[in-house]
């Protein structure tokens, strides 16, 4: 009983150390993932009908995706370059779902390169593990970068 007393907490404390890690990989590929699949579906010009808007459709889409539960897209990033602009040059179109501010025409026109950049904070499950985060979670981002097909841009918003 006293060895299990003196070698419990260490055990327990490896023990939710995994199983934390293990989480916040899974988050951090799911969400990977889920722009990626944002950002495919933002390349094709698509628009969900209801939601209002190209900006609207790719957040839904993304938020869609994300099967974590405590994440979500609330701040997503679009930005969107002209074609033919040269590395490094030219100013992005960017709108933030965050602030729910920018140009609502960052998700592009035919043949623009779009990025989009999610942000999020994931929670640790054991409180003991958070306190050796600065914001007791996990802070990461996940960024896809496309070429819009080239779709008919009258057929969108």
């Known amino acids: 009983m006293a060895e299990f007393a003196i070698v419990s907490p260490v055990f327990f404390l490896l023990i939710f150390a995994v199983m934390n890690y293990a989480w916040l990989l899974f988050a951090q590929m799911n969400v990977q993932q889920a722009v990626d699949d944002g950002g495919r579906y933002a390349s094709t010009g698509q628009e969900m009908n209801g939601t209002g808007s190209r900006i609207s459709s790719i957040i839904q889409r993304v938020q869609n995706e994300i099967s974590v539960p405590g994440v979500n897209a609330s701040n997503l990033q679009i930005c969107s370059v002209p074609p033919g602009t040269p590395p490094g040059g030219g100013t992005p179109l ?3 779902s965050g602030a729910d501010s920018g140009n609502t025409g ?3 026109g035919p043949e623009y390169i779009v990025t989009l950049t999610l942000t999020t904070t994931l929670p640790l499950m054991t409180p003991l593990i958070g306190k050796f985060f600065p914001s007791a979670g996990y802070t990461f981002t996940a960024s896809a970068t496309f ?3 080239p ?3 009258s057929t969108t918003d």
């Open 94 to 96: 960017c709108y933030n």
């Open 106 to 108: 960052a998700a592009g």
């Open 147 to 149: 070429m819009n097909e």
């Open 151 to 153: 779709f008919n841009p």
